[in-house]
T-cell receptor, first 113, second 114 residues
Framework: DAKTTQPNSMESNEEEPVHLPCNHS???????IHWYRQLPSQGPEYVIH???SNVNNRMASLAIAEDRKSSTLILHRATLRDAAVYYC??????????????FGKGTRLSVIA | NAGVTQTPKFQVLKTGQSMTLQCAQD?????MSWYRQDPGMGLRLIHY???????DQGEVPNGYNVSRSTTEDFPLRLLSAAPSQTSVYFC?????????????FGEGSWLTVV
């Protein structure tokens, strides 16, 4: 299974942009890239996902490298509420077998006021 | 729409006791799974199910049993609790394991084994 690699932790100042990297050098051509985040004492929640093109939603932007071997989650203006653990995972396409969803350790983002 | 509901939220067990963590979803999702999360660690997959009557082991299945008799419910059983099973447990569901389908998580069950 294709795996992802993320830094253990990152720090950002409040109201500054944050770029969270994820390496997935063994990604297949049809794997989707998903990002989830886990706020303290809560279950993880969906942030964004994409396949090849960059994606934007109200929470964040996802920039995907041209070779798809890496991606970056962009929080445009970090707030204290964005302090969380961010997980990058890969999901196979519909025509593949049912493979379990495995999360890594993620990146713990600290936001400084 | 309740989403993914886990019960109980908090539980203290004595070593050797048994208990069941309940998980229910009302979104007609085929895929359900259980994760455990130890302090400061990521999520580790315990067991998962791709549909009613089908279950399989994840990364850390020892000490846990599951069953999937209905699409809605996926209970996690601890037959003989051990202190090493002290953790936070999260149930998750998704339409399936593929492509763009979002994974929904429950709020977690905090389990302490003394």
């Amino acid at each position: 299974d294709a795996k992802t690699t993320q830094p253990n932790s990152m720090e950002s100042n409040e109201e500054e942009p944050v770029h969270l990297p994820c390496n997935h050098s063994t990604i297949s051509g049809t794997d989707y890239i998903h990002w989830y985040r886990q706020l303290p004492s809560q279950g993880p929640e969906y942030v964004i996902h994409g396949l090849t093109s960059n994606v934007n939603n109200r929470m964040a932007s996802l920039a995907i490298a041209e070779d798809r071997k890496s991606s970056t989650l962009i929080l445009h203006r970090a707030t204290l509420r964005d302090a969380a653990v961010y997980y990058c995972i890969l999901r196979p396409p519909k025509n593949s077998g049912n493979t379990p969803l495995v999360f890594g350790k993620g990146t713990r983002l600290s936001v400084i006021a | 729409n309740a989403g993914v509901t886990q019960t109980p939220k908090f539980q203290v067990l004595k070593t050797g006791q048994s208990m069941t963590l309940q998980c229910a979803q009302d979104m007609n999702h085929e895929y359900m799974s259980w994760y455990r999360q130890d302090p400061g660690m990521g999520l580790r997959l315990i067991h998962y199910s791709v549909g009613a009557g089908i279950t399989d082991q994840g990364e850390v299945p020892n000490g846990y049993n599951v069953s999937r008799s209905t699409t809605e419910d996926f209970p996690l059983r601890l037959l003989s609790a051990a202190p090493s099973q002290t953790s936070v447990y999260f149930c998750a569901s998704s339409l399936d394991t593929h492509s763009g389908n979002t994974i929904y998580f429950g709020e977690g069950s905090w389990l302490t084994v003394v």
